[in-house]
């Protein structure tokens, strides 16, 4: 039961680690760029957030995608893996001054404003260097996504974004100031969203907003969707690149846009989530007083999604063919929460047997943690294994 692993090249190499199968990375930014690429005017982004492993954004960089960003570090990883600066959106509710001034210096594409006291400092900032800086306000369009409370969005009671009462305020504002250009609205709802409805409902608010604007005499150079494709966790294989199709097709058929508008969208799960899998082995098998453990390597400073959001990730028993037994797959941190899956099924565990957690390519390595002195999880190609 090794699938698409080769195990056998596995031997010596230190558990736990990442393991990617780019074959799979490559076809799935294809697939983007087909699917993205039949209607002109759509721009696809990387969030870089979901996984920053330099040799996965080589790959990414290479598919011709920009980067959206939230963070001065992830600019620079961006910039180091060759993204083009104009192609690089940065978001975020906190954006330090050193930060802005990063972004500043590179020209970067946009920066996609939160609050307008945060305008206000980018139009200082911007002054101080003799700069203009291209801004999008990221409005919150109170609409709800079908997914997990910890990572819906677009909700008027969180913390992100600029509400679509204040909105007219700001724009009013921004156009007063001499240093900033108002360029785009900026919109995310959500991440692992496999409702097409919910796009459409986000589609529906934008409309409403670019009417509004419109009577105003306001047509902004783009419209950026976010990002939120979701992808299959239970069968990672049946689906491994996600419907792209349907998701493109959505926006073309709901969104109105301008002629001269750019749409942008900022994908990150869907991009990677497929191709990465934790690869950790058994260190003991534990007899319980109701049930069995199997004890990993791996625990919730190298994937903390089943820990922090009841996430599921499939896992599979890489080593054995012998019948499946159920077991609690837990790690060796000193945390109850650090348990990968209750009764699980996997084919008879021995010590020693690599166990793959599978679409762990998205907010997996990068989520990673030292927390009781752990080293950070090393990340492969499936080309180094060759
Ligand atoms: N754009 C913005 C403004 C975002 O906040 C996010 C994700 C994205 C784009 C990319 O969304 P995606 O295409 O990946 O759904 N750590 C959580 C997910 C947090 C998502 C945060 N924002 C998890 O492991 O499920």
């Known amino acids: ?63 011709g995608m920009g980067a959206d960003c939230v963070s001065g570090g992830e600019i620079r990883a961006a910039l180091k893996a060759g993204f083009p600066a104009d192609k690089i959106v940065y978001a975020g509710v906190g954006k330090s001054d050193w930060e802005i001034e990063l972004g500043l210096e590179h020209d970067i594409f946009c920066f996609n404003v939160e609050s307008l006291p945060e305008l206000e400092v980018i139009n200082e900032l911007a002054a101080a260097k003799g700069k203009v800086a291209r801004v999008a306000f990221r409005i919150n369009p109170n609409v709800g996504a079908h997914t997990h409370a910890n990572i819906t969005t677009g909700l008027a009671e969180n913390k992100f974004g600029i509400s679509m009462e204040e909105m007219d305020g700001v724009i009013e504002l921004a156009s007063r100031m001499e240093h900033v250009k108002f360029v785009g609205l900026h919109f995310h709802i959500g991440s692992q969203i496999l409702d097409m409805g919910d796009f459409v409902a986000l589609c529906n608010r934008v409309n409403e907003l670019q009417e509004k604007l419109f009577q105003r005499h306001i047509i902004v150079e783009h419209i950026n969707v976010g990002g939120g494709l979701g992808v299959d ?34 994908l990150g799960r869907s991009v990677v989530c497929q191709c990465g899998s934790l690869i950790t082995r058994v260190l003991y098998v534990k007899q319980g007083t109701h049930k069995q453990f199997a004890i990993v390597d791996a625990g919730m400073t190298d994937l903390i999604r089943p820990a922090l959001y009841q996430a599921y990730h499939k896992m599979e028993n890489l080593s054995s063919d012998e019948t499946a037994e159920t077991y609690d797959v837990v790690g060796p941190i000193c945390e109850s929460s650090d348990v990968f899956g209750k009764a699980v099924d996997l084919n008879r565990c021995h010590r020693g047997d690599y166990i793959a957690l599978r679409s762990a390519g998205a907010y997996g390595e990068i989520m990673a943690s030292g927390y009781n002195c752990r080293t950070l999880p090393v990340g492969y190609m499936a080309e180094e294994f060759v």
């Open 1 to 63: 039961m090794k699938g698409i692993f080769p195990i056998d090249k596995f031997k010596g190499v230190t558990t736990p680690f990442y393991y990617y199968d780019t074959a799979l990375l490559r076809d799935t930014l294809a697939t983007i760029n087909e699917e993205a690429g039949k209607y002109k005017n759509f721009s696809v982004h990387y969030a870089v957030k979901a996984n920053a492993n330099p040799k996965v954004l080589a790959i990414i960089r290479e598919s």
């Open 233 to 266: 966790y239970e069968h990672p294989n049946r689906q491994a690149i996600p419907d792209f199709a349907a998701y493109f097709e959505t926006y073309h058929k709901h969104l109105n846009l301008r002629p001269q508008q750019t749409l942008h969208f900022e």
